[in-house]
């Protein structure tokens, strides 16, 4: 059980705009900033947003990010086949626990 | 260029301890900016984080795997080494380490190594 919800799933055709949300609380989403990672099949995963919604060098701008109180979304604009991938999103979480990263379940996109 | 590779056995035995070393490059651990973390995903499974190190010796551990795991490192030979004690079918894993960095109040892994496959049979 991951302390951030996903979508086990989604999909879309080529040219479409699909997003993936991502849910938390006040002690990971709510007070932390988010990241978005892309993981292509049989290969480790690569920082695809960082801070909510900055993309690294390299990263196409048909991707993007947001963060609105304690749930974020990545969004896919003009889907294109190579974005067929499993996408994590993850955050500090600060909790009476202690201090972890902790990251979502993971979402298998489907280009169809 | 950076590059962050690990290395380790490929199979433990239940019970074992397990020690993984990521061998970095192209920065240094000593740059006040970045870490390095260790990050496992087992077979079909979503990624679970484990430790982390920082260049002043800060270090932080899952609170549910705490009392199995050590992160060191060692700056002049570019390692950082976690080890996890009594190993189990279910530590079987792809253990990465991955680069930390931080800008302003954000944190971020923006560089990952290859991973290395663990399984813990007997």
């Known amino acids: 059980q991951s302390v951030l919800t996903q979508p086990p799933s989604a999909s879309g055709t080529p040219g479409q705009r699909v997003t993936i949300s991502c849910s938390g609380s006040s002690s990971n989403i709510g007070s932390n900033t988010v990241n978005w990672y892309q993981q292509l099949p049989g290969t480790a995963p690569k920082l695809l947003i960082y801070?909510?919604?900055q993309r690294p060098s390299g990263v196409p701008d048909r991707f993007s990010g947001s963060k609105s109180g304690t749930s974020a979304s990545l969004a896919i604009s003009g889907l294109q086949s190579e974005d067929e991938a499993d996408y994590y999103c993850?955050?500090?979480?600060?909790?009476?626990?202690?201090?972890?990263?902790?990251f979502g379940g993971g979402t298998k996109l489907t280009v169809l | 260029q950076v590059t962050l590779k690990e290395s380790g056995p490929v199979l433990v035995k239940p019970t074992e301890t397990l020690t993984l070393t990521c061998t970095v490059s192209g920065f240094s651990l000593s740059n006040a900016r970045m870490g390095v973390s260790w990050i496992r995903q087992p077979p079909g499974k979503a990624l679970e984080w484990l430790a982390h190190i920082f260049s002043n010796d800060e270090k932080s551990y899952s609170t549910s795997l705490k009392s199995r795991l050590t992160i060191s490192k060692d700056t002049s030979k570019s390692q950082v080494v976690l080890t996890m004690t009594n190993m189990d079918p279910v530590d079987t894993a792809t253990y990465y380490c991955?680069?930390?960095?931080?800008?302003?109040?954000?944190?971020?892994?923006?560089?990952w190594g290859q991973g290395t496959l663990v399984t813990v049979s007997s």
């Open positions: 993850a955050a500090w979480d600060d909790s009476l626990n202690g201090l972890d990263w902790v």
């Open positions: 801070s909510n919604n």
């Open positions: 991955a680069r930390i960095l931080s800008s302003g109040w954000s944190y971020y892994f923006d560089y």
